[in-house]
């Protein structure tokens, strides 16, 4: 069916990207040629009143919602780390109901003429939105996605904001990509449990991503 389906939308002239179960990934390639790029790991936590705090003095960036930066700014960094524009996406993304969106933002002097002003520049984003816990499953959970940030240090700090947004009891998922080895270092060393492995795979080349700069991907679906 995804053969036929590529086909008849005149996209088999394009790079499709896709996420695998592991047992499944010879079925794509045969199907559509696909190629196995890199693991995705699924983490599971718990949302919890036992927070880890962030000293102020610590924080490399400050994080504003997402609505006070400029969106052609967010839209050239999505782009920088996804690989390719996205900007309707995008917006349709960071405007569903119940999504927390953070903007990582840097403030540096915009010159020595002015030592007042300021210019800013966006060093990270993530969001977290609402989801069900599983398929036909009424209870509520949250999923992170995507946390793109340009150091350890954004990444860590936007991963902390958005898990302090989670209800005490409430799991939360993300999904990391194992190539970027500090996103894996973050989430097991604040607790979260691995539940499942998918492949991700592209017909043509790894997409452009910046792996070492995805935190947490956007969705399974998407990337």
């Given at each position: ?18 996420d ?40 490399p ?5 997402v ?18 524009p ?20 840097t ?89 499942v ?27």
């Amino acid at each position: 069916m995804i053969k036929a389906v590529t086909e008849a939308s005149g996209m088999s002239d394009r790079n499709i990207g896709l996420d695998s179960v592991i047992n499944m990934q010879d079925t794509y390639s045969r199907m559509i040629g696909a190629k196995f790029a890199w693991k995705d790991t699924r983490f599971r936590g718990i949302g919890s009143n036992n927070i880890k705090g962030v000293k102020k003095d610590d924080n490399p960036v400050s994080l504003v919602s997402v609505k006070e930066v400029d969106f052609e700014h967010l839209c050239v960094f999505d782009a920088s780390v996804f690989g390719t524009p996205r900007p309707t996406f995008l917006k349709s993304w960071i405007s569903q109901p119940g999504m927390v969106a953070l903007a990582a933002i840097t403030t540096t002097p915009a010159g020595e003429d002015d030592e007042h002003s300021q210019k800013t520049r966006i060093a990270g984003y993530g969001c977290i939105r609402l989801s069900f816990e599983s398929y036909q499953d009424v209870n509520f959970a949250r999923r992170i996605g995507p946390i793109f940030a340009e150091s350890t240090a954004v990444g860590s700090q936007l991963f902390d904001a958005l898990v302090a947004t989670v209800p005490p009891g409430v799991p939360y998922y993300i999904d990391v990509p194992e190539t970027n080895e500090s996103a894996m270092e973050l989430v097991r060393e604040s607790g979260l449990e691995s539940v499942v492995q998918t492949a991700r795979m592209f017909t043509k080349g790894d997409g452009g991503v910046q792996c070492n700069m995805v935190y947490g991907i956007t969705s399974l679906e998407v990337g």
